[in-house]
């Protein structure tokens, strides 16, 4: 990835050029991420929908459905918005219907019902593509093209000028890492080559948002992080950038927000925080036999104790943040369901004046992959739902940016939270 | 935009029509082709071949002018063997690949995510396809040309007409290919049904070509039959008078010679008109048995006809004879009978065929323009003359007449029926093509 390394050192160079009205366009854009991120801010908060201003929305879809033939029901009621300038990650499990949602955004799929808009465009409106980079997933484009064709073919498509092309085409591969594969046939790329060249095909036009389904699906691990990277300068440009992804290590490392759709419904959507905010728990680490420490937690009566009945779920946390403080172990730790640091320092000072040692105090959050697996676990039956859209998707797929739909789901067991961002080396 | 989009995808067919092998395998063949037409010639004896010279006097000079030669291989073989059979074929397998991949999952979603509206897509894509057999016969055409115009000494812009003329046959079926292609998704099962489909055409035009000789047979029947029963029995009376005259010979006034001289007279004149039935019965002798007339009029005709110039009484038929007249006089009436009933079915089976082909496209026919274009019945050399005698197998008729008049009817066919309904074909094929393509979720 020694090109990639390149591709940073001229990244100034490309952005400037693309032309004064592009860099004009990633200066204004710097100036949308900002109110992105103010409106990202009021999503966030509790009361945050109210005050979003109409046309600040990249996407703006109400109750999108999609019945394909046979009754197979894809999409039933989709309510998703993305910010101006925002990396927005949707994900969801096999046949939820990310995809569908995708190509309904791209016309490849026409929607039985869709209000909202593109771009401020209405949703289905041709010319606005024009604006929008976008990679499919499992892509294939024509085996006798190569690389620098493949850009060329789809910029002209797009509209972008021939002079334009020839300019952009060294650049964008360059940018992607591909610039000595440019003349080689695509047939002769690997799937991570080919998905290098449709991420740079994506960006031709200089759209000002790009929809990238799996965009790291056969990338090594130096790729995906340079497509991370390459995702992050996008958006310093003020591109909105649409992820659709599994990777959802991937997404949380990026995503200002994100959407888990579940069996064609949005089951959360909002940033991450805002979606574990109620979900927030102190754990202490202690050396020797935890059971001391417990009695010890017990002693102080503050807490209202439950044992072991919070090693294994959330249920707790959420109990905890409605205003009831419980306390459990879990291994050699004993947890708190609060995020508040006042509320664990009579429990540390009575540990240590017991003589127990402490050996960690973590603030923890439940990572994506822990808000994703709430999401597809039915609550009624504990298991995940199956894959598809099919059926009834349980009561638990709200679609509300706010609520707490993962209130009272169990966490299946080996699940394991991360560290609260920035307390621990950080998961974003 | 619409200019920048088109000439990408204009660009990108030519690429893929580039990395086809079998695209410059037919380019080759067709280059073989012209080279082998040009090796042929004609001179005063018959065909050339290089420096060889097969006697086949009715290619020679004598008979076909070298330019005429030439026009006739372009058309019949060039063009009607080569490129509208064996390169379409191969054409078909190369392009029957071009939607059934274009709509493949992982590819179509790249090209719609485009500001391209899916009519125009498809109409660019599908013009695009044309490409290929666009290529080809403009380029064997341009080679005939030379050729035709280096070796037969004519230079004919006409020729150039092939390339429209076998591009739209094509389309025919390549509009075909398109639905299915869009409907299946698979290459093998567009082309196999788009071969049978032509197949199912070849079998319908050849079905047509047997109802219409044998409608225009039937008219030709029914056309001449009455002047054929005059010519009979105007022979069947020669020949009843000179058996009678024969016979009496002895009592034969001089102006009874005469009067024979003029029933001679006739009967060689009944002789180079009538048909094959007469001439088998005079060349055996069986005169009275081959009389087709009414036996009772056939008497009297040869009475009347066979006027006084005797002396005695005329001879009396046997019944014998009168049984052999009557029996014949019977199958030719049923004949005329049949023929005139017939007449109708034919001309609702002709009518029913005819409606058949209206409404499919005609791929024969498109072709066989450019002969009609190109060479004028004049230059051909005339087909010997057939014995007027001869028995046809279409129940009487004179085959010449019906082959005149089957080439007088496929060369009077309207330029609309023939262009313009195949095209109507087309239109409604494309139509439903686009409909779908539209309409699709991919």
């Given at each position: 990835m020694s090109e990639l390394a390149a591709a940073k050192n001229t990244d100034a160079t490309w952005i400037g050029s693309l032309g004064t009205r592009t860099y004009g366009a990633g200066a204004q854009g710097m100036v949308q991420v900002a109110s992105a991120n103010e409106l990202v801010d009021q999503v966030s908060g509790s009361n945050g929908a109210g005050k979003l201003l109409a046309g600040s929305w990249a996407i703006d879809l109400t109750n999108v459905s999609k019945m394909y033939k046979g009754k197979v029901h894809a999409l039933r009621g989709v309510d998703v918005r993305v910010a101006s300038g925002e990396i927005f990650g949707l994900l969801g499990p096999n046949g939820a219907g990310k995809s569908t949602l995708v190509k309904i955004l791209m016309?490849?799929?026409?929607?039985?019902?869709?209000?909202?808009?593109?771009?401020?465009?209405?949703?289905?409106?041709?010319?606005?593509?024009?604006?929008?980079?976008?990679?499919?997933?499992?892509?294939?484009?024509?085996?006798?093209?190569?690389?620098?064709?493949?850009?060329?073919?789809?910029?002209?498509?797009?509209?972008?000028?021939?002079?334009?092309?020839?300019?952009?085409?060294?650049?964008?591969?360059?940018?992607?890492?591909?610039?000595?594969?440019?003349?080689?046939?695509?047939?002769?790329?690997?799937?991570?080559?080919?998905?290098?060249?449709?991420?740079?095909?994506?960006?031709?036009?200089?759209?000002?948002?790009?929809?990238?389904?799996?965009?790291?699906?056969?990338?090594?691990?130096?790729?995906?992080?340079d497509i991370r990277d390459l995702l992050m300068r996008l958006k310093s440009q003020g591109k909105t950038v649409f992820i659709n992804s599994h990777l959802l290590s991937e997404l949380e490392m990026v995503c200002d927000r994100v959407a888990i759709m579940v069996q064609g419904k949005v089951a959360m959507q909002g940033t991450v925080d805002d979606l574990t905010i109620k979900q927030r728990w102190y754990e202490i680490e202690c050396e020797g036999d935890v059971a001391v420490a417990a009695r010890v937690i017990a002693e102080l009566g503050v807490f209202d104790w439950r044992g072991t009945l919070v090693q294994k779920s959330f249920?707790?946390?959420?109990?905890?943040?409605?205003?009831?403080?419980?306390?459990?172990?879990?291994?050699?730790?004993?947890l708190f369901g609060t995020d508040e640091p006042g509320a664990?320092?009579?429990?540390?000072?009575?540990?240590?004046?017991?003589?127990?040692?402490?050996?960690?105090?973590?603030?923890?959050?439940?990572?994506?992959?822990?808000?994703?697996?709430?999401?597809?676990?039915?609550?009624?039956?504990?298991?995940?739902?199956?894959?598809?859209?099919?059926?009834?998707?349980?009561?638990?797929?709200?679609?509300?940016?706010?609520?707490?739909?993962?209130?009272?789901?169990?966490?299946?067991m080996g699940m394991k939270p991360d560290v609260v961002a920035g307390e621990k080396g950080g998961s974003r | 935009m619409i200019l920048m989009q088109t000439w990408a995808m204009t660009v990108d067919?030519?690429?893929?029509?580039?990395?086809?092998?079998?695209?410059?395998?037919?380019?080759?063949?067709?280059?073989?082709?012209?080279?082998?037409?040009?090796?042929?010639?004609?001179?005063?004896?018959?065909?050339?071949?290089?420096?060889?010279?097969?006697?086949?006097?009715?290619?020679?000079?004598?008979?076909?002018?070298?330019?005429?030669?030439?026009?006739?291989?372009?058309?019949?073989?060039?063009?009607?063997?080569?490129?509208?059979?064996?390169?379409?074929?191969?054409?078909?397998?190369?392009?029957?690949?071009?939607?059934?991949?274009?709509?493949?999952?992982?590819?179509i979603e790249t090209t719609l995510s485009k500001p391209i509206s899916r009519t125009r897509l498809f109409f660019t894509k599908y013009i695009l396809g044309l490409l290929f057999v666009g290529m080809q016969v403009l380029v064997f055409t341009t080679a005939s040309f030379l050729v035709i115009g280096i070796r037969g000494g004519a230079w004919e812009p006409a020729l150039f007409l092939a390339v429209p003329v076998v591009v739209i046959f094509f389309s025919y079926l390549f509009s075909v290919c398109t639905l299915l292609g869009l409907i299946t998704r698979s290459t093998i099962a567009s082309l196999l049904i788009t071969l049978l489909m032509w197949f199912f055409l070849f079998c319908l035009n050849s079905t047509d070509n047997i109802i219409q000789s044998f409608r225009i047979a039937n008219v030709v029947t029914v056309e001449t039959m009455p002047a054929r029963i005059e010519r009979l029995?105007?022979?069947?009376?020669?020949?009843?008078?000179?058996?009678?005259?024969?016979?009496?010979?002895?009592?034969?006034?001089?102006?009874?010679?005469?009067?024979?001289?003029?029933?001679?007279?006739?009967?060689?004149?009944?002789?180079?008109?009538?048909?094959?039935?007469?001439?088998?019965?005079?060349?055996?002798?069986?005169?009275?048995?081959?009389?087709?007339?009414?036996?009772?009029?056939?008497?009297?005709?040869?009475?009347?006809?066979?006027?006084?110039?005797?002396?005695?009484?005329?001879?009396?038929?046997?019944?014998?004879?009168?049984?052999?007249?009557?029996?014949?006089?019977?199958?030719?009436?049923?004949?005329?009978?049949?023929?005139?009933?017939?007449?109708?079915?034919?001309?609702?089976?002709?009518?029913?065929?005819?409606?058949?082909?209206?409404?499919?496209?005609?791929?024969?026919?498109?072709?066989?323009?450019?002969?009609?274009?190109?060479?004028?019945?004049?230059?051909?050399?005339?087909?010997?003359?057939?014995?007027?005698?001869?028995?046809?197998?279409?129940?009487?008729?004179?085959?010449?007449?019906?082959?005149?008049?089957?080439?007088?009817?496929?060369?009077?066919?309207?330029?609309?029926?023939?262009?313009?309904?195949?095209?109507?074909f087309e239109a409604v094929i494309l139509a439903i093509a686009v409909w779908i393509f539209r309409r699709r979720d991919f």
């Open positions: 016309t490849i799929i026409k929607p039985s019902n869709a209000v909202g808009t593109v771009l401020g465009n209405s949703v289905g409106h041709k010319p606005t593509l024009a604006r929008i980079g976008y990679l499919p997933e499992h892509h294939r484009f024509p085996d006798y093209l190569t690389g620098a064709q493949v850009l060329d073919f789809y910029g002209g498509l797009t509209g972008v000028a021939k002079a334009t092309r020839k300019q952009r085409i060294p650049m964008l591969l360059e940018l992607v890492g591909m610039k000595d594969w440019a003349n080689q046939a695509v047939k002769k790329y690997s799937k991570g080559m080919r998905q290098r060249v449709g991420i740079a095909q994506a960006l031709m036009a200089d759209p000002e948002m790009v929809i990238l389904d799996e965009p790291t699906d056969g990338v090594d691990p130096v790729g995906r992080r249920a707790g946390m959420a109990e905890a943040a409605a205003g009831r403080f419980l306390a459990g172990t879990f291994e050699s730790s004993i664990v320092q009579p429990c540390i000072d009575a540990l240590r004046a017991k003589g127990v040692t402490i050996r960690q105090v973590n603030r923890r959050r439940p990572s994506l992959e822990d808000l994703f697996m709430q999401a597809v676990t039915d609550p009624t039956t504990g298991g995940i739902f199956k894959p598809g859209a099919r059926g009834g998707a349980g009561a638990n797929v709200s679609g509300s940016l706010h609520g707490n739909p993962i209130a009272n789901l169990d966490v299946p | 067919a030519y690429r893929e029509l580039n990395t086809k092998k079998l695209f410059w395998i037919t380019m080759l063949l067709s280059v073989l082709v012209v080279l082998a037409f040009a090796a042929i010639g004609n001179n005063d004896r018959g065909l050339t071949l290089f420096t060889w010279t097969f006697e086949i006097p009715f290619l020679s000079t004598d008979m076909m002018s070298r330019e005429t030669l030439y026009k006739l291989a372009f058309v019949n073989f060039g063009i009607t063997f080569w490129l509208a059979w064996i390169a379409t074929i191969l054409a078909l397998v190369s392009t029957s690949s071009i939607f059934p991949d274009f709509i493949a999952g992982g590819s029995e105007k022979a069947a009376t020669s020949q009843f008078n000179r058996e009678w005259i024969k016979k009496n010979t002895p009592q034969v006034t001089k102006d009874a010679e005469l009067d024979v001289a003029e029933v001679r007279a006739a009967e060689v004149e009944a002789a180079e008109v009538g048909d094959a039935e007469v001439g088998d019965a005079d060349n055996q002798g069986k005169q009275v048995a081959a009389l087709p007339a009414d036996s009772t009029s056939a008497v009297d005709v040869a009475r009347t006809a066979s006027k006084p110039v005797v002396v005695g009484t005329p001879p009396v038929p046997t019944a014998e004879q009168l049984d052999a007249l009557n029996s014949r006089l019977k199958d030719a009436r049923e004949d005329l009978a049949r023929a005139k009933k017939n007449q109708r079915n034919w001309r609702l089976a002709s009518s029913v065929s005819t409606g058949v082909k209206t409404v499919l496209p005609k791929t024969q026919e498109t072709v066989a323009l450019l002969e009609r274009w190109l060479v004028d019945l004049a230059d051909l050399p005339k087909p010997p003359n057939s014995d007027a005698d001869e028995i046809s197998p279409f129940g009487g008729a004179n085959q010449a007449e019906v082959q005149s008049r089957m080439q007088t009817r496929i060369r009077g066919q309207s330029l609309w029926w023939v262009l313009g309904t195949s095209l109507g």
